[in-house]
């Protein structure tokens, strides 16, 4: 098997990793959740080459986010549902039907034009998913109503945003940071029972409601909790370096390091940082 600048090759690989009998071990069991955590991170990986501008970089992510696509679509095609080729030919078809004015006839001759177009031609793809899922005896319709026009593709942060700006425009909101500060701690008190009653479920779900709360204190002031969170990764990274720097300094490693030892560091740290501000 040798490499090809042609997705067919692409198509083959997956194809041969998936195979039961000659394939890889791994790759064989992988399903649709196991691998839909690399999907999204991928993703991510790609926007992190664009930040950086490192073409290179951004070459070889795309590469890996175009396999997790190959991925899906040959598990899709084992169970009998699609292909990789009707994958392509779906986004093609969509493509072509959301530019009339490149590809068919259309009077939308300027941006603004074209993105009411784009819209109106969305609203109609809609209504037919939407139909389509009737027909199929999907029950749980999250496109339809007031917050359908929130994406569920969002990642959970910024759904949880847009929700929260969707339900305040109709009025339900909090009047001011101090009954969210109160509901935050009354779901770490939910929180405090799901642990100690030891249900991984109820624990799951607590720590859910835990973090919309918290969402929303962010969103009532004007935080955006994407960044803030950014912010403190950003710290956290820091802080954790300089622990790291300390101990190999002194002769010390991360792993025969105690607890309490890399504590009194990360205190040291953030002391330095309070000094510098």
Known sequence: ??????????????SALRDPVNGCPWDVVQTFESIKPYTIEEAYEVSDA???????DLCEELGDLLLQVVFHARMAEEAGEFSFGDVVEAITRKMIRRHPHVFAISEA??????KKQWEEIKNEEKRERAERRARLG???????????????SFPALTEAIKLQERAAKVGFDWSAPEPILDKIEEE???LRVALKDGDRAKVSDELGDLIFAVVNIGRYVNADPEQALRGTNTKFRRRFSHIEQT???EGETLEGATLERMEDIWQAAKSI???LA
């Open 1 to 14: 098997m040798q490499p090809s600048k042609d997705i067919s090759r692409l198509v083959e690989i997956m």
């Open 50 to 56: 664009i930040e950086r501008r490192d073409m290179g």
């Open 109 to 114: 001759s300027t941006p603004g034009a074209v």
């Open 138 to 152: 999907i029950a749980e319709d999250f496109t339809s109503g007031f917050l359908g026009s929130v994406q569920r």
């Open 188 to 190: 770490i008190d939910e």
């Open 247 to 249: 101990l190999e300094a």
């Open 273 to 275: 940082e309070r000094q």
